[in-house]
C-alpha cells in the first residue's frame, strides 16, 4: 500500500515484472485413447479396433523454461508467458483395454492375410523414452495476489494456453507396437518402419501456485508449483497399422524463477 497524504487515502502499488523460471515435472497421461484409421470389414460403422490406456506415468528428461511479463496492483493480477515444457514415458507395464480386430499380413500359411480378434485386456512392457512430448506454449493467466507481507506475495491463479506440440517416439506408434507383440505369437514380424514424429496444435489449463519474494526495488525471487493439462492428438503409424491417438498429459511442475520491475 501507498499513502497518498493530498487525499489521505492509502492506494495499491502498481507492480509491472519481467521473469524467467525453470524446473522439473512429473505427471501422467490420462485416458490415452487410440483407434485404427479403419473401419471394420464386418461392420463399416465401427472402427477396425479401439484402445485405451489410464494413467501412464511421465516424467520430464530436461528442465521447463519459460518467459513472462506481468503485473499487479492490489488483489488482481495478472501476465503473459512463452514457456516449453517436455515429458516423457519412462520404462514401465501398462495395461490396456481394447476391442476389435488387427489385421495379419499375408504368410505363408495364409497368402491372403486375414483379420484375428484381440483380447479386451492384455500388457505390454514400455521401454525408456518409449514416447517422448516437447509443447511450445503462448498464453496468460489471471491471478490472485495476497497481500500478506510487503516483501512477501503469495498468489493462486488460473490460465490458459496455446501449443505447439511434438509427440515423437523411437517406434512408429503406441497401437503397432502393441500389436507387435500380438503379431509375433503368429510367426509375423513387423518391418521396421518410419519412426513417430509429428507436431500438432494443442490447448492446456493451468492453475499456478506460488510465493514472491520481494527482496528489493527492482528484483524478486518466486517459488512456485503448477498443475496443468494438455489435451493432446496425433497420428501414428502407416499402412494397416495407422491410427488416431488423443491423450490428457496432466503435470505438475515445480518452478523456481526471478524477475525484475519493470
Not at 507492480?15 to 485404427?36: C, P
Not at 492490489?74 to 483395454?97: A, C, K, R, T
Request: glycine content about 10%; aromatic content about 16%.
Amino acid at each position: 500500500q501507498q499513502y497518498d497524504p493530498e487525499t489521505g487515502v492509502s492506494i495499491s502499488k502498481t507492480y509491472k515484472y519481467f521473469s524467467l523460471k525453470t524446473g522439473y515435472s512429473y505427471g501422467s497421461l490420462e485416458e490415452f485413447n487410440a483407434e485404427s484409421v479403419f473401419s471394420s470389414p464386418s461392420n463399416p460403422n465401427q472402427k477396425l479396433w479401439t484402445a485405451s490406456v489410464i494413467d501412464v506415468s511421465t516424467r520430464s528428461l530436461y528442465p521447463q523454461i519459460g518467459m513472462l511479463i506481468g503485473g499487479w496492483k492490489g488483489l488482481i493480477g495478472g501476465n503473459f508467458e512463452f514457456s516449453w515444457l517436455n515429458q516423457l514415458i519412462p520404462e514401465q507395464i501398462v495395461y490396456y483395454d481394447c476391442h476389435g480386430e488387427i489385421f495379419i499380413p499375408p504368410t505363408n500359411d495364409y497368402p491372403n492375410g486375414y483379420y484375428y480378434t484381440i483380447s479386451p485386456q492384455d500388457s505390454v512392457d514400455l521401454p525408456e523414452g518409449f514416447l517422448k512430448f516437447n509443447s511450445l506454449s503462448v498464453g496468460g493467466s489471471a491471478f490472485i495476489n495476497i497481500d500478506f507481507l510487503d516483501n512477501i506475495k503469495p498468489y493462486v491463479g488460473i490460465g490458459i494456453a496455446f501449443e505447439i506440440n511434438n509427440v515423437s517416439s523411437e517406434y512408429p506408434g503406441p497401437g503397432s507396437y502393441a500389436a507387435k507383440n500380438i503379431m509375433a505369437a503368429f510367426g509375423y514380424k513387423l518391418t521396421d518402419a518410419q519412426s513417430l514424429n509429428t507436431t500438432d496444435p494443442g490447448v492446456s489449463i493451468k492453475f499456478p501456485i506460488g510465493v514472491k519474494y520481494i527482496v528489493g526495488e527492482k528484483l524478486f525471487f518466486d517459488v512456485g508449483t503448477c498443475f496443468s493439462q494438455q489435451y493432446l492428438s496425433f497420428v501414428g503409424s502407416d499402412a494397416y497399422l495407422k491410427e488416431e491417438d488423443s491423450a490428457t498429459l496432466q503435470t505438475l511442475q515445480i518452478n523456481l524463477g526471478a524477475g525484475f520491475f519493470l
